[in-house]
C-alpha cells in the first residue's frame, strides 16, 4: 500500500522560556493511499495545532512530515505555497468560501489558480458537482445556501484539484444532524468510490464514526488507536464512545 502521509516524531512547543505549552508531545503515524482517518480528543488535546502542522499552516518545533515523499517540514516558502496549492485539499468548520462569488466561481478559484483553461474547469467542476449532488446550487451565491450546502461546495473545493490528501477540521462543526449526515456521506463515497485519502479532526463521535481509522489524543499525545475493520458504523460509534468516556471527555452525541 502506498504511503501518502508520515508522520515522524514531532514536537510542538508555544510561548517562550519560563511559559511553554508543549501542544504536541512526540507524536509518530502513518496514513495510507484510501485511508479515511479521524483525530479524536478534548479541547486542546493538540488536534487543529497537529491538522494545522500537516496542512503546512503551521511549523513544527522538531520532527518531520512527508506527504507523497516530500519533507515538508524542509519546504521554504515558495515551493510550500505550490505543494499546499497542488497537493492538498482543505475543508474548514466555517467553510470560507467567498461571498462575492458563486458557488461556481468559489470552485473554479482553486483551478484558476492552477492556471487550468477555461474549457478544463468547466469540466472539473460539472464532474465534482455531480460527485457531491451540488450541480443545481452552482450558481447560487454563498447567502443563498444552507450551511450543509456550503460545506458540500468547500468540499468540492477541496477535492477538484485532486489534491494527494484532503484535511478536514471539525467539518461538521457548524451542521446540524442532517446536513452532517449528508457531508459525511460525500466523505464516504469520496473515500470509497473515488480512493480520496481523508485527514478529519473531529471532537464528535458520531462524525468520527465514518472514518476507518480512528486516533485519540490527549495532552498532545497518542493515547489510542481504534480501527473499524468490518464493524458497521453503529458498532464502530460504541467502541468510539468507550474509549471517549475512558478519554474523560462528554459523549454528547448519543444516536
Ligand atoms: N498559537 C498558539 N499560541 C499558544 N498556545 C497555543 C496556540 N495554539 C494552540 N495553543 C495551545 O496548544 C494546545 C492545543 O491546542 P489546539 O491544537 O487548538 O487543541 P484542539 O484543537 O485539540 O482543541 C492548547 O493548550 C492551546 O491552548
Ligand atoms: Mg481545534
Not at 519533507?71 to 485539499?89: P, V, Y
Amino acid at each position: 500500500m502506498q504511503n501518502i502521509l508520515s508522520v515522524e516524531k514531532i514536537e510542538k512547543y508555544y510561548g517562550n522560556k519560563g511559559n511553554i505549552t508543549k501542544a504536541i508531545d512526540n507524536i509518530s503515524f502513518n496514513v495510507n493511499q484510501g485511508e479515511f482517518l479521524g483525530i479524536m480528543g478534548p479541547s486542546g488535546s493538540g488536534k487543529t495545532t497537529l491538522l494545522n502542522c500537516i496542512s503546512t499552516i503551521d511549523t513544527v518545533t522538531t520532527g518531520k512530515i512527508i506527504i507523497n515523499n516530500k519533507d515538508i517540514t524542509a519546504l521554504k516558502s515558495k515551493a510550500l505555497e505550490a505543494f499546499r496549492r497542488d497537493e492538498l485539499g482543505f475543508i474548514f468548520q466555517d467553510f470560507n468560501l467567498l461571498d462575492t462569488l458563486t458557488a461556481y466561481e468559489n470552485i473554479a478559484l482553486a483551478l484558476t489558480i492552477q492556471r487550468k483553461n477555461i474549457k478544463e474547469i468547466d469540466k472539473l467542476i460539472k464532474d465534482v458537482a455531480s460527485k457531491l449532488d451540488i450541480t443545481e446550487i452552482l450558481s447560487k451565491f454563498p447567502y443563498q445556501l444552507s450551511g450543509g450546502q456550503k460545506q458540500r461546495v468547500a468540499c468540492a473545493r477541496a477535492i477538484v484539484t485532486e489534491p494527494s490528501l484532503i484535511l478536514a477540521d471539525e467539518p461538521t462543526g457548524a451542521l446540524d444532524s442532517k446536513s452532517s449526515r449528508l457531508l459525511l456521506g460525500s466523505f464516504e463515497k469520496l473515500n470509497k468510490e473515488y480512493d480520496s485519502t481523508i485527514l478529519m479532526v473531529t471532537h464528535d463521535s458520531f462524525t468520527a464514526s465514518y472514518a476507518n481509522r480512528i486516533l485519540f489524543i490527549k495532552d498532545g499525545r497518542i493515547f489510542n488507536e481504534l480501527v473499524r475493520g468490518n464493524d458497521t458504523r453503529k458498532e464502530f460509534f460504541n467502541k468510539i464512545i468507550e474509549v471517549v468516556s475512558l478519554l474523560g471527555g462528554d459523549v454528547g452525541n448519543v444516536l
